[in-house]
């Protein structure tokens, strides 16, 4: 490393890091993607999230900088760069499935209006991969990129339902937690609400994670046979659903299955 | 780096490395984004595409795929892993412009039924932020995350007229690539197209890129005034364009800026 000190484990604060460089330099932008992180932070706000010494946190952000994963604001903070939205996007699970899911989303939003979301299981969340919404759809919290629980949004129960049976029993095993006085939390409760929607393939969720907003959810299946996504549309809370949305769902799920080689048994 | 050799400058090789060990670790994934790579790559494709032995490659490739900025495939190959997807949605220029430019695409889309595509200026490329297709629309070459010529593109081309006079002076003094008998690459021929684009606030572009599509593109100017992106459709080649298309793009342009504070002067 020509004219550069070696980085070693044992760092200039003299405690000990068991943490290579690389997993240090990854701390760096794990302090963007926390969800409590603004989209900018101080040097010395990285360096408490990444838990580093502010010298090392100094060095490794400049390399971040350097290569265009981190970009320092007109204000002396640090948000996340281009260069990694760029390599981001390229990632291909993310790019295929939303590729080949995205027109049968947009023909989803044209018939509904609402917002409409794609989401894969990732461990133990609900990741939205996708999202379209219009200018007068209701408020919601979910954004591509991020995660919600699987037990309190639409598109998390139906991901949950097929996922592998040790799966279901360890998240359930988990204390759950209850956004709202509709949240379902109970394990029992959960289970045969998991086995009604492998019984109809759709989940309905009525406030149980955001006030107001109801949400229904159908499973992607591709050539496998396995549910690999979950399509949802959000809409504002009603006394009588609109059949019509239930179905539009399902005409989406079933249009990106199709796309993603999936044949239904006859 | 406890129980881990330290990685040095002088690589096991016996080769001289200027190069730090986070532009090491950074060129492992700049092997996946090269416009030629494909989307998995074998370990000794990534060595020698990054420059770095194979030893060496192997041990930073086990770093990424820790974090989950690289994935081991079935077949033994690496792709880039939904790690550093999820991290690079989070990028606030990419997010935020998207978010807000989202509905008044979809609109576009709606009374278009063509490629929409948003773009911003990044170096001497258009890079690709936003792309919605239908089930019908006319192939195209443009992806999310992709980059194409600032000279031979709608975007690009808009993205170019607003850009400061400097940059304009270099990009116009390098080569210029050809690519169909109807791109323009003489930069006195471009220099009269930018300033007309620049009179009428739209580009039209005709098989200069792909054979059989035309563009129309239409800058987005944010609070300042300045041009921060440009919007797009793609249509197939007729005879005599849709003057819907045109209107259809400015009026998305324009809602995309008022969205992001542009007042028109008075």
């Known amino acids: 490393m020509a004219g550069r000190p070696a980085l070693k484990g044992r760092d200039e604060s003299g405690e000990d890091d068991d943490r290579s460089l690389a ?5 760096i932008v794990d302090a963007f993607s926390a969800p409590s992180a603004a989209a900018s932070l101080t040097l010395t706000a990285i360096a408490r999230r990444a838990n580093l010494p502010l010298s090392t946190t100094h060095r490794l952000v400049a390399e971040w900088v350097a290569w265009g994963g981190l970009a320092r604001q007109d204000d002396g903070t640090y948000a996340l760069g281009m ?16 590729t080949i899911a995205l027109p049968y989303l947009e023909d989803l939003y044209e018939a509904t209006r609402e917002h409409v979301q794609l989401a894969i299981l990732d461990g133990h969340d609900a990741l939205y991969v996708e999202k379209l919404s219009g200018h007068r759809a209701v408020n919601i919290i979910s954004r591509v990129g991020g995660r919600l629980p699987l037990h309190t949004t639409g598109v998390g129960l139906v991901l949950l339902a097929y ?20 949240t379902v939390t109970s394990p029992e409760q959960l289970r045969r609400r998991l086995a009604g929607i492998r019984a109809q393939s759709i989940a309905h969720m ?14 992607i299946r591709d050539r496998t046979g396995g549910v690999v996504a979950a399509v949802s549309i959000v809409t504002r809370t009603t006394a009588k659903p609109d059949p019509v949305h239930e179905q539009a769902v399902r005409t989406a799920a079933i249009g990106v299955g199709r796309a993603l080689g999936y044949r239904r048994a006859t």
Request: aromatic residues 8%.
């Open 23 to 27: 997993a240090r330099l990854f701390a």
């Open 83 to 98: 260069r990694l939205w760029e390599v981001g996007v390229q990632t291909p699970t993310a790019r295929n499935l939303r």
């Open 163 to 182: 996922a592998p049976p040790e799966l279901i029993d360890s998240y359930l095993s988990e204390p759950l937690q209850r956004f709202l006085p509709n």
């Open 206 to 219: 009525s406030e149980e994670m955001t006030a107001g907003s109801s949400s229904i959810a159908a499973p």
